[in-house]
């Protein structure tokens, strides 16, 4: 009679586990009384993540994955953004408070870190990759809070809470084209190859080559990989075949890298635009590196780069290098500060509305627009669909502090004006 | 009939068939099973009211890893069939279910039936796909199976991005309804329904739908095992040729358990496509991702760390891989820094160095897995 | 025509690094029936310390470090854990190198942080040679040529030498081995050895811009992946095989991905693979198991 008496035991055992269960009280009843309800301090209404002397942002950021070098830099960003205001006295009277989690580029952290963070942060001040947005689109519209993605694609414009600072990666690529034929190098009638990741951001920047092409007579030649392709024999091959006359990269470093060596073994010789995740200065030291700086290749980016004569830029870079002896300096702060910028900016609106709950946010960013004191163009989150600026920085590399020139141009092209994103009113 | 001790944990007695028939059992030993399950059901009924919502995701996260192991440790610890190719039946679930049960428009393909059709659907289809690969999985022995159903997640991988009006866009994928029966929407975001004082919200309600399911999983499991279906398959599993003297339908056995196992995957897909808020999307690369190479080992390696064929430690199995890398970050919590070198052990860092760390002591001192560990812990306190 | 045989080039070169990698892969899988899921993370460990010395060192010298390590580690990883785990099935040791595998890949790559991506082909990464009309990158013939150097020294050392008797004999029968006085210890230790050797060599092909793209080395332990598929084509018991199967895999990802389109060439591989399987259940040279009534 082992088997009964094992049984026996196990079920005195469930029981007493259930009986203390039930014998304790659930905190979850009173925690979200509390959270729902909120209340209206000095006149302002609030429900989550703010209170009478703070507010807290969350930042579910990427410090061990495959975007960790962008993930890293943005999140110093949107610190030194935090302690600037905090030094200024806050905004409405609130310090800020920034909690930064790592999802590791992974979908599935992203979502229970997030479930774990909506509670206590009032929104996003950060969102890394493709996946986490893609899982985490819908919960954030379902629990009205808004975020600011680190992944530009134009079919996340659908909703207020994408709050997106930056240009998105089709217009990136019409402005990239754009500015090529402006330099003489491709002409109406040309073919262009585009060798892209089969992604969210990659397909993005398709449709803005197509679009480009459509207006000049173009033919662009697609070729798709995967995110963790590394060697890019077959597409430039492809590409030299069909006779491109110049070659658009989204995709990750790896793949440029990659396109680029192959390119010139193959004797290649046509521009390459690639969208601004292609480039990270860490590429300079590779074997690649020459490539890139061989006046070949054009980047394009919504921020001034690390080494910029822009006061703030100089501002963030002096104090960064101050902290921080050995890291590698990118763009990723100037980047961090604006995003943080905008989140100010809507804080103030809404502020300015006595409304700091979720949905007073959301309401706020539509009425919005922000000078990031010249790291980025102009963003005006004001029309709903359209990315906040169609302006972006073109960008060369340069073998210097921050990996690109100093002086960027910033470019701003018709095709681009004109261009309607998906889901634009 | 014979088993080895690995692959028949002695957790699971009853299904050994060694164990002596007792002509009448005492009425201590017939109560006392049906008091502990509905112990467990009562349990599982309340720990909503008391588990915050990030916990009860990562429960949900683990069951549906769970019921995907639950069908490879069968196909594997009892039918003897090596597989690699589970995470191919959480995207053709995932899929699928999405396909039946989302309403098509000009650029997706659904037929907006009923959930709960939808997911019945589903389990069949996948349990027919499991059986279609019968010709191939009927030829081909340890290993050698194992890397030809790895082959599966790669074709998945494939068709997934060649037909986006059945899997979604690889960019940001198409949605599936929730779950819910006339009269109760498991997917309710503004509930009206109160527990001790707790509203009842899609994360409360998910984790019920979750637990139910996962609890008929395990007893159909436990049922096919200790049943016709598991002597048929411990059969085949030890020796193929005195199963046929013995009147079992090798090919036949062999093509049940693939059936069963790949069923089972199908449920795991729509469960995870429930978990994302109903987020069919395939992945960025076939490595990398929820239906990728590295799930599809993960959930190997959660049978063989739960014991080989026993059902209860696929889920214990589960809990370490699905669960652990999710639990580790939230217990950290969030913090006000950052490491700009980015050589910090970060808490994603610290878990794979656990996970890690945690399979190869597991196989080093207890083979049969956490089963075996269990039977060795039930034993101490016996004593 | 030129592109054909610019592709078949570019697809032996790399199939020779699957080669190493398959052939290091079944002399660990003759020897002591695990799988070694491993096999990528003993590449990146080799690599990641030549990496480190390169700069001290110079390339020869990191490249002597880096497959030493690889070595060195394979020969801890089967004397301190494999070889202890006496009690466990096959399929658990092999649960085990996942195990591993895991340990090293999440250490290395927290270690390279946000610096620049290691990259190990000094010597003929990102230059090109042409042949007539024809332009090969100059890794892809480097490597073709090392691999056909060591694959030779492997098979006379395999046929001629006594660890190549002993090597053949405990994998034809485990216990008559040891019987006639092979201490099998020594042999499963050597093959591990063996193992790691080839993979420590095949890094320096794989941490390139050539063959891993922009992130150089991370990209070895992805792309190391593919020699699986190499081993079963080729037979998981034949080291001709995995040769044979590493070529293979070569040519029809490249074939597939140029002709066809970039993830298809991915997929080919898999769909060869089973094919093979379905034709020969044991893979083209494996040795076909008798079953015991």
Known sequence: MITSKKRLTAGVFAGLAAASLVAGCSTKAADSNSSGTGGSAGGVKTDVGVTDTEISLGALTDQTGLFKVLGAASTQGNQMWADDVNADGGICGRQIKINVSDTGYSAEKAVTLYNQSKSKDLGYVQLIGSPAMAALKKPLVNDKIAAVPLSWSSRNLDVPNVLMVGTTYDVEVINGLAYLQKQGKIKDGDKIGHIYLKTEFGENGVEGSKYYASKHKMTVVESGVSATATDMTSSITALKGAGVKAIVVTSGPTQLASALGVARAQGLNVPFFGSSPTYTPQLLDTPAGALLTSGNFVTAGVVVPFNSAVPKAKEIASKWEKENKDGVPTFGMNLGYAMGMAWGAVLKQACSDGDLTRQGILDAIRKTSVDTQGLTPNQDFTHPGSPATREVFIYKPKKTEGGLDANPEKFISQEAQEYKAPFQE | MSDTEIANPPATPETTGTTPVTARRSTAARVAPLIGWAVLLLVLFLTPVYVPGEWLSVLCWIMAGGVAAMGLTMLIGQAGQFSLGQAFFLLLGGVTYTVLAADGDAEYIGFGLPPLVALIGTIIISGLAGAAFAPISGRLRGIYLGVASLSLVFLGYYLSHELPMLAGSASSGRYAPTFSVPGFDFGETNPQLLLLNVPMGAAERQFWLFAGLTVIAYLVGQGAMKGRVGRGWRAVRDNEAVATVMGVSVPGEKAKAFAISSAYGGLAGVMVVWWYSGLMKPDEAVELGTYSTYTTIALLAMCVIGGLGSLGGAIAGSALVFGLPLALPLLTGSNQTVDASGTAFTPIVITNLVFGILIVLIVLFEPRGLAGLGTRLRNLIRR | ?293
């Open chain 3, 1 to 293: 025509m030129t592109t054909f045989v610019q592709v078949l080039i570019n697809g032996l070169g790399v199939g020779a690094v699957f080669g190493l990698l398959a052939l290091g892969f079944v002399i660990i899988f003759k020897a002591t029936e695990v799988v070694n899921f491993a096999h990528g993370s003993l590449a990146l460990f080799g690599g990641y310390l030549a990496y480190q010395v390169k700069d001290s060192i110079g390339w020869f010298g990191a490249v002597i470090v880096g497959v030493l390590s690889a070595a060195i580690l394979a020969l801890a990883i089967e004397r301190l854990l494999i070889s202890r785990a006496k009690h466990a099935s096959h399929d658990s040791l092999a649960i085990m190198t996942i195990g591993i595998d895991t340990i090293i890949l999440a250490d290395v790559v927290r270690r390279l942080g946000t610096a620049a991506a290691p990259f190990l082909g000094d010597p003929y990464d990102t230059k090109s040679v042409s042949l007539g009309s024809l332009t090969v990158s100059r890794t892809y013939l480097v490597a073709l040529a090392t691999a056909l150097v060591l694959f030779t020294l492997f098979f006379i050392a395999f046929r001629k030498t006594s660890w190549g008797l002993q090597m053949r004999a405990q994998s034809e029968n485990k216990e008559a081995a040891a019987l006639m006085g092979i201490r099998s210890s020594r042999v499963t230790a050597s093959a591990w050895v063996v193992g790691g050797l080839l993979a420590g060599i095949a890094v320096f092909f794989l941490a390139t811009n050539d063959i891993g793209g922009g992130s150089g080395l991370l990209s070895a332990h992805t792309v190391a992946f593919a020699a699986f598929p190499a081993a079963i084509i080729g037979g998981l018991t034949s080291t001709e095989g995995s040769v044979i199967g590493g070529l293979i895999v070569g040519l029809t990802s490249a074939l597939g991905a140029q002709y066809v389109n970039y993830e298809f060439g991915v997929v080919a591989v898999y769909l060869v693979m089973l094919v093979v399987l379905v034709v020969r259940p044991s893979g083209l040279f494996g040795r076909v198991d008798q079953v015991r009534v």
